[in-house]
């Protein structure tokens, strides 16, 4: 069952586990679960997707009930009215704050970003963070004695394919668990010290204006399984937000 996070006559939000498509794609042909079906079957109806999330990523999806509710959403979202905000543990210490201000060129949807359309110019792509922790351990990942990790909060504000993921890796502090754009020997680490087989990315909350009658609505969870257990076992659960 997913776990519903907030329903009414036109929208239904869901807390998307991480591992689970939002729907049928070329990004894994061999997948038969979808969060579109499962939530489908679940609610006996029809569902309206008004955004994605990445497969690897967890956290708030957002649904249309009707139609009309879910293209609404879609503008919402196109217009930058829907503020999200994200966690992540990457690697390294970046600095305490930030803006990343990098275009992004477009990536075809069914191909999880593997090929890059070139005939496009770069979009405008825009991510401010914020360091909450971090962890210096004595061990040797990569080619330095001690490795170091941080959990940030993130808070795209554009919504260009995979930009927090790209954005990271273009500030040297990629996500841990992006087999994308991290680096595995990390990721690696990662599964066999804590068993962690996730990426640690996790849209934590959303705040936009009701579809229907405008009023601020805002939706959150918190970090569930082996993402909560990495922040418990580093000692930074007072640090993370109550996105409750």
């Given at each position: 069952m997913?776990?519903i996070?907030h329903?009414d ?5 869901i807390?998307?586990?991480a591992?689970?498509?939002?729907h049928r794609?070329m ?5 038969t679960?979808?969060a ?9 109806q029809?569902v309206?997707?008004?955004h ?11 649904f249309?009930?009707t139609?009309?509710a879910?293209r ?12 999200k905000?994200y ?6 210490h970046?600095?305490?704050?930030g ?12 191909l ?9 110019a770069p979009?405008?792509a825009?991510?401010d963070?914020?360091?909450l922790?971090?962890?210096e351990?004595?061990v040797?990942?990569d080619?330095?004695p001690?490795?170091?990790?941080a959990l940030?909060?993130?808070?795209p ?10 954005h990271?890796?273009h ?6 668990g992006d087999?994308?754009h ?19 990315l996790?849209?934590c909350?959303?705040?936009l ?11 959150g ?8 257990d ?15």
């Amino acid at each position: 069952m997913l776990t519903i996070l907030h329903q009414d006559d036109d929208i239904i939000a869901i807390h998307k586990p991480a591992g689970l498509l939002v729907h049928r794609s070329m990004i894994d042909r061999t997948e038969t679960r979808f969060a579109v079906q499962l939530l489908r079957d679940q609610i006996g109806q029809r569902v309206y997707p008004a955004h994605r999330l990445d497969k690897g990523t967890s956290g708030v999806l957002l649904f249309g009930l009707t139609p009309e509710a879910g293209r609404t959403l879609m503008q919402s979202f196109e217009a930058q009215q829907v503020a999200k905000r994200y966690l992540a543990v990457v690697r390294g210490h970046p600095e305490p704050e930030g803006r990343i201000d990098y275009p992004l060129r477009r990536q075809h949807d069914d191909l999880e970003g593997r090929f890059v359309s070139h005939d496009s110019a770069p979009q405008e792509a825009v991510t401010d963070f914020l360091r909450l922790a971090t962890i210096e351990l004595p061990v040797e990942v990569d080619r330095y004695p001690t490795s170091r990790y941080a959990l940030l909060e993130l808070r795209p504000l554009t919504g260009r394919r995979h930009q927090l993921r790209r954005h990271m890796k273009h500030i040297a502090h990629p996500i841990i668990g992006d087999a994308t754009h991290g680096k595995g020997i990390h990721n690696r680490y990662f599964q066999q010290a804590y068993q962690c087989n996730r990426m640690l990315l996790a849209c934590c909350e959303m705040s936009l204006p009701h579809p229907r009658h405008g009023t601020p609505l805002r939706i959150g969870t918190p970090l569930e399984g082996s993402f909560a257990d990495i922040i418990s076992r580093f000692g930074w659960d007072e640090v993370v937000p109550d996105f409750s």
